[in-house]
């Protein structure tokens, strides 16, 4: 007998909670392969966030550290000045990253830490109930922007990648999104990359994943998808926004 | 142990934490503890450890959670608005179950209040600090000397009981040079012995680790088992130093440098032969009340005496009840005390004559105190002009 697919070693067989059509469980997947692939499971150390991903320490094999919202970068940093050898990674989405933790993003990328972020952006609070994220998109509909983002009150969707493109100690960037097959293998090779940068002491690696949240979009998984593709993309699109990791 | 050597508080605490093992240090500018992160700056790498001035007190003290999550001895300073921004971090911390260091020197507040020395954290120190239901121990060294030496006890007791453990000095003990000896060897953390809940890359094919602080429905038990945790403290850790304890009239209680003013008070008592003694905590949680209830029982009165508007004086109160009375001679906003005022403070409170201090009464209706000096400034800031 053949086995033609299974669950990566580095990922537990615990079922995920995340809402069907959510994004989550295939970037966890994505980072599980990675992991398997770069033989790096037994070295990783990962951080969970506050947020729908706070029970991310269920679903990887590796050692968890669950914190403090925003403060990711900042408890992967303490992780990995203690431990060298380990391969630490921050799992944040929009509001933990780019809103309450944007000093800890920032700062950890001017320190060139040697850490994989994994940022979610699926322009809204999803564990909270559908609020306006700082990537919430211009009219977007959120419940505490019931008429839609109105730049005028609430400014406009800020994009990360971009962002941390101008700090110099930011080495790897790139925005991929996991809605389409071809775009899920592009993901899986970002994320693959971004680890691997850390195995070679390249330094602040982020890979930003689009990612779809029908539940708090109010949409079915296809209108999701096509929200992603029509609305998101122009908003953020999908590249590299910085590789320094050959040099 | 060292040789008896000239040093500033602060370089002393920063020297003790590395001969201890601290091998993470994260922290942010703040006066009057800038000696600390610059000590660290300095010599942390070359004992093999990191350090990293963070971006903010928030960053430093997660950085904290995460070097502690590792088992690594890690530590964080600070000042008091600096401390209050950590608060997140240490409530955390406390969840997680998790050992390190925390060293507050204190200054003036509230807010940005002033970068004197002062003792308005108490509240904040020893009442948990963050959300939620949890204790830090907490450590009040009164010389340049229990600086140097604290940390080391600090990280002992943090590991023993999983638990953030803090130093609550102030900015006089902090910048202020007294001879002083390390009374202990350094300590190789490499030989200390590894923890069996850190997270690490070894893991030999022992189940994952976890370190998490959302508890969902395992809330209740977690913090009962804290709780328990607590109760033992509390039972087996409080410590207190005693000076004419015996046979006093008037019992001084303070702790830090408040209590290095009353000690010129008791000697000078002692040189008019009035009797004075003093009791000073050590640990201000566990705050030691068994002890202090026991002395309450033998004196005609008890001062508390502290740099902050009556704050420690609750403790006292919760612990010798209606036994004495208690008094308070308070120097809030970075005011400094000096022996020969609290003398006289002592004797008022001897007398039963309160001008100028607070006089502490048990009311019906509960714990409350009367404040008997004059307050009568009228009422300020109401609003003028509205139609």
Redesign the interface.
């Known amino acids: 007998m053949t086995i033609l697919a299974q669950r990566p070693k580095s990922m ?1 067989d615990k079922p995920m909670h995340y809402c069907p059509g959510c994004g989550h469980g295939i970037v966890h997947r994505l980072m599980g392969e990675a992991f398997d692939e770069l033989k790096i499971g ?2 990783v ?1 990962g ?2 966030p ?1 947020g729908c991903a ?1 029970f991310a ?1 269920d679903y ?9 919202h925003g ?1 990711g970068p ?10 060298p ?2 391969i630490v990674f921050s799992y944040q989405g929009d509001g933990d990253l780019a809103s309450i933790g944007m ?2 993003i ?2 950890a990328a ?2 060139s830490e040697n850490i994989t972020v994994i940022f979610i952006n699926n322009a809204i609070y999803g564990m909270t109930g559908g609020q306006m994220a700082p990537t919430t998109l211009v009219g977007q509909v959120a419940t505490t922007a019931p008429k839609g983002r109105d730049p005028k009150l609430q400014g406009w969707p800020i994009n990360m990648c971009e962002m941390l493109a101008q700090i110099t100690g930011a080495k790897y960037l790139e925005r991929v999104a996991v809605d389409t097959p071809q775009h899920v293998m592009a993901a899986k090779k970002a994320i693959k990359k971004a680890f691997e940068n850390q195995v070679k002491g390249v330094g602040f690696s982020m890979v930003e994943v689009i990612s779809q949240c029908p539940t708090n979009w109010h949409a079915n998984v296809e209108q999701a998808l096509e929200f992603v593709r029509t609305k998101m993309m122009p908003q953020y699109p999908l590249g590299v926004f910085k590789d320094e990791g050959a040099n | 142990m060292t040789q008896k050597t000239l040093r500033k508080g602060n370089e002393a605490l920063a020297e003790g934490a590395i001969r201890a093992g601290a ?2 240090f ?1 922290g942010y500018p703040i006066t009057p503890q800038n000696e600390v992160p610059e000590f660290m700056s300095a010599y942390m790498a070359d004992a093999g450890g ?1 350090f ?1 001035q ?3 007190e ?3 003290i ?9 088992g ?1 001895r ?1 530590m964080t300073s600070s000042s008091s608005p600096g401390v209050s921004l950590k608060q ?2 240490i409530t ?1 911390l406390a969840s ?1 179950d998790l050992p390190c260091l925390i060293v507050n020197v204190m200054r003036g507040g509230p807010g940005l209040g002033s970068i004197g020395g002062a003792q308005g954290d108490y509240f904040q120190a020893t009442r948990g600090g963050g959300n939620g239901d949890y204790h830090v121990i907490v450590l009040a060294p009164n010389s340049v000397e229990e600086l140097g030496n604290f940390p080391k006890l600090g990280f002992e007791l943090a590991e023993k009981y999983r638990m953030p453990c803090m130093i609550l000095a102030d900015g006089i003990l902090g910048q202020m040079m007294e001879s002083m000896a390390f009374n202990f060897d350094p300590i190789d953390p490499n030989k200390l012995g590894k923890f069996d809940w850190a ?5 030999n094919g022992r189940p ?7 508890k969902g429905d395992n809330l209740i038990a977690d913090v009962t088992e804290r709780a328990k945790r607590y109760g033992l403290i509390e039972k087996t850790e409080a410590r207190f130093e005693e000076r004419n304890t015996e046979d006093c009239d008037v019992l001084l209680v303070a702790y830090g440098l408040s209590s290095r003013a009353c000690l010129e008070a008791v000697n000078h008592a002692a040189e008019k032969g009035l009797k004075v003694g003093l009791f000073r905590p050590i640990t201000l949680w566990p705050f030691p009340s068994k002890r202090l209830l026991e002395l309450a029982g033998k004196v005609k009165a008890i001062l508390a005496v502290e740099q902050s508007l009556g704050q420690m004086v609750q403790d006292v109160k919760l612990a010798v009840g209606d036994k004495t009375p208690v008094y308070l001679k308070a120097y809030p906003a970075g005011g400094q005390p000096e022996g020969e005022a609290i003398l006289q403070a002592a004797q008022s409170a001897l007398s039963g004559k309160t001008e100028g201090l607070f006089d502490l009464q048990r009311h019906a209706e509960g714990f409350t105190y009367e404040c008997k000096r004059d307050l009568s400034l009228g009422v300020q800031g109401d609003r003028k002009g509205g139609k």
């Open positions: 537990t037994e070295r150390i951080v969970a506050v706070v320490d990887f094999a590796c050692d968890m550290v669950q914190g403090a403060r900042a408890i992967a940093t303490g992780i990995k000045r203690s431990k050898n380990a000093a800890e920032v700062h001017v320190r | 091998r993470f994260a990191a990293v963070a971006e903010s928030i960053a430093a997660n950085m904290v959670y995460g070097a502690a999550s590792t690594t890690s997140e971090g955390y997680a997270v690490d890359i070894e893991k994952k680790r976890k370190v998490f602080s959302y």
